[in-house]
RNA sequence: GGCCCAUUCGUCUAGUGGUUAGGACACUAGAUUUUCAAUCUAGCAGCGGGAGUUCGAUUCUCCCAUGGGCUACCA
């Protein structure tokens, strides 16, 4: 049998990273079985759509690597499908309009609530007379089709993680199927679109998990084949919450713009919740197709790792190539306007000089905007106490950089030459590495913390070095 | 309140009726070193609690605790 498998957001924003891990166990778990991947838009509340989201959703999956097979489907398309099954529902009596409104449901809820008695529809309309019925619809009055849940007995679910779940048919609802408005709630739009795209393992959060039963009881009703269920985990924040912006990046969007690698961003979440075994960390999404097994996915939730991501996506920007790495780069030297649009030849090699520089000590590329900026600016104010070292004054700092200003200026500026005429500087004048190195670090580079410094020196070049050197010395 | 789900180092996880409970991130120390990284080495750290089953439970059962979800004409 084919495996088929879909991922079905509904179109209210940015794609959330849990939302892209829930894609990204269900195409893999397709994959992994030669079988297909489906996209489906679930945008059936029509208050809560929100424009150019679909767009956004399936940027961020191409974008991650995650491709579906032939066309969206979109169920705001499909409204008649949803109204047909319901009037069968209707014929055969296992579902009824309900005529109750908002304003009366609300009192029903308060109600109830003050008694502490289970939540929920009174059921007021369940049996209604035919007159009734009759008469409502010939005042025109508007209604929803509830889902007459049997009120004894018991539903026995099937998670394929957690195994079976009991469900005590007293406790469930008369969920409305199909809105005043006559587009279909989540629970009739997915039993209906799951069965007729042939799902075999519907995937979704495990918030879905108290719904399952009404699910299996209109699957029954329908006499639609079960699909395997699998919930999957919830992606929590620090706080042990659901994921969200308060924790840090939350929506792709965000983590593409951050600067993270699709690898890195595929390979942590396949991790967040799955293993392969005790060893492995490291991925692709070849290898990932190739051994996933939706059946290990943890059946707990999982707390997002900023940390751990980072150390991914780290160890994916140091394994780029040159050219790759000045590809995905670029967009970052340009958003911090040093360079153009379209950098001149002169400006690739310089950059191309640089990100070698920095390539295991960065953590996402836009990391690029604060680490390259002496490349291209020259410091302007100096922090004096950065000068200053164990057994080394401001003074002497000084010192060492006016004695130093000759050597550089008589250096051809190679890394080599750098590197000899620096260290026979430091024998001449019996210093310590450091107490040269350092003043001349910071002058450069404004700050402690640079590459190394015969290639940030050879980089920047000499007219630019000498003038910085006598800049500190002004200010110092 | 009712119903449901979950629980191994700080975090993500592996694992078994008898293991020195394994790995990764983070952290600490060391090596390297011109700083920061990267890299390498070492270290720290865990089976939520209580009963029961058993010769023996982290592992099986029950209870509790804690965390989470649902309880909409939202998904």
Same mark, same amino acid.
């Given at each position: 049998?084919?495996?088929r498998?879909?991922?079905?957001?509904?179109?209210?924003?940015?794609?959330?990273?849990g939302g892209?891990?829930?894609?990204?166990?269900s195409?893999?778990?397709?994959?992994?079985?030669?079988? !297909?991947?489906f996209?489906?838009i679930?945008d059936t509340?029509r208050?809560r759509?929100?424009?150019?989201?679909?767009?956004g959703i399936?940027?961020?999956?191409l974008?991650?690597g995650?491709?579906w097979?032939?066309?969206?489907?979109f169920?705001?398309?499909?409204?008649?499908?949803?109204q047909?099954?319901?009037?069968?529902?209707?014929e055969e009596?296992?579902a009824y309009?309900c005529?109750?409104?908002?304003?009366?449901?609300?009192?029903?809820? !308060?109600?109830?609530?003050?008694?502490?008695l289970?939540?929920?529809?009174?059921?007021k309309?369940?049996?209604?007379?035919?007159?009734?019925?009759?008469?409502?619809i010939?005042n025109? $009055?508007?209604?929803?089709i509830?889902?007459?849940?049997?009120?004894?007995?018991?539903?026995?679910?099937?998670?394929?993680?957690?195994?079976?779940?009991?469900f005590?048919?007293?406790?469930l609802?008369d969920?409305?199927?199909?809105k005043?408005?006559?587009?279909?709630?989540?629970?009739?739009?997915h039993?209906i679109? $799951?069965?007729?795209?042939?799902?075999?393992h519907?995937?979704?959060?495990e918030?879905?998990?108290?719904s399952m039963p009404v699910h299996?009881?209109?699957?029954?009703?329908?006499?639609?084949?079960?699909p395997v269920y699998v919930?999957?985990?919830v992606?929590?924040?620090e706080?042990?919450?659901?994921?969200? #912006?308060?924790?840090?990046a939350s929506?792709v969007?965000?983590?593409?713009?951050?600067?993270?690698?699709?690898?890195?961003?595929?390979?942590y979440?396949?991790?967040?919740?799955w293993?392969?075994d005790?060893?492995t960390q490291?991925?692709?999404? #070849?290898?990932?197709?190739?051994?996933?097994?939706?059946?290990?996915?943890?059946k707990?939730?999982?707390v997002?790792?900023?940390?751990?991501?980072?150390?991914?996506?780290g160890?994916?920007i140091?394994?780029?190539?040159?050219?790759?790495?000045?590809?995905k780069?670029?967009?970052y030297?340009?958003?911090?306007?040093?360079?153009n649009?379209?950098p001149?030849?002169?400006?690739?090699?310089y950059?191309k000089?640089?990100?070698?520089?920095?390539?295991?000590?960065i953590?996402?590329?836009?990391?690029?905007i604060?680490?390259c900026?002496?490349?291209?600016?020259?410091?302007?104010?100096?922090?004096?106490?950065?000068?200053? $070292? #164990?057994?080394r004054d401001?003074?002497r700092s000084?010192?060492i950089?006016?004695?130093v200003l000759p050597?550089?200026?008589?250096s051809?500026?190679?890394?080599?030459d750098l590197?000899?005429?620096?260290?026979?500087?430091?024998?001449k004048?019996n210093?310590k590495?450091?107490?040269?190195?350092?003043?001349?670090?910071v002058?450069?580079?404004?700050s402690?913390?640079?590459?190394?410094?015969f290639?940030?020196?050879?980089i920047?070049?000499?007219d630019?070095?000498?003038?910085?050197? !006598?800049?500190?010395?002004?200010?110092?």
């Open positions: 049998m084919e495996i498998t879909r991922f079905a957001p509904s179109p209210t924003g940015h794609l959330h990273i892209l891990r829930s894609a990204l166990f195409y893999l778990w397709a994959k992994h079985n030669n079988g !297909k991947f996209l489906r679930e509340d208050s759509y929100v424009e150019g989201a679909v767009e399936k940027k961020s999956l974008w991650a995650i491709s097979d032939e066309d969206i489907i169920q705001s398309e499909r409204l008649d499908l949803y047909k099954a319901a009037n069968k529902l209707l009596e296992k309009r005529f109750c409104s908002e304003s009366r449901l609300e009192r029903v809820r !308060k109600l109830r609530e003050q008694n502490k289970p939540s929920g529809y009174d059921r309309c369940r049996n209604l007379t035919k007159e009734e019925i009759d008469e409502h010939a025109g $009055d508007p209604y929803v509830r889902l007459k849940v049997p009120l004894e007995g018991e539903t026995i679910c099937n998670d394929l993680l957690r195994g079976e779940i009991r005590d048919n007293s406790t609802e969920i409305v199927l199909i005043s408005d006559g587009f279909p709630t989540y629970h009739m739009a039993v679109d $799951d069965n007729d795209m042939k799902i075999t519907v995937t979704r959060g918030e879905w998990i108290s299996v009881i209109l699957f029954n009703m329908f006499g639609f084949d079960l919930h999957l985990p992606v929590l924040g706080s042990g919450k659901k994921l969200s #912006k308060r924790d840090g929506s969007a965000e983590f593409i713009e951050a600067g993270y690698l699709p690898e890195a961003i595929i390979n979440l396949a991790l967040l919740g293993s392969y005790d060893q490291i991925f692709d999404m #070849k290898k990932l197709i190739e051994l996933f097994d939706i059946s290990k996915v943890s707990a939730s999982a997002f790792s900023y940390e751990k991501l980072d150390w991914y996506n160890y994916y140091r394994n780029l190539s040159l050219e790759k790495f000045y590809e780069a670029l967009p030297f340009i958003k911090a306007n040093y360079v649009e379209s001149t030849p002169q400006e690739e090699q950059i000089k640089i990100l070698p520089q920095i390539q295991d000590r953590f996402k590329l836009s990391d690029i604060s680490y900026k002496f490349f291209f600016k020259s410091p302007e104010n100096y922090n004096k106490e950065d000068f200053i $070292d #164990k057994g401001l003074q000084k010192e950089l006016e004695k050597v550089l200026e008589n051809e500026f190679s890394e080599k590197e000899e005429n620096l260290r026979i500087f430091i024998e004048e210093l590495v450091k107490d040269c190195f350092m003043p001349i670090r002058a450069i580079c404004g402690r913390f640079s590459p190394g410094l290639e940030t020196l050879s920047i070049g000499k630019e070095t000498i003038k910085r050197i !006598k800049n500190a010395l002004s200010q110092l």
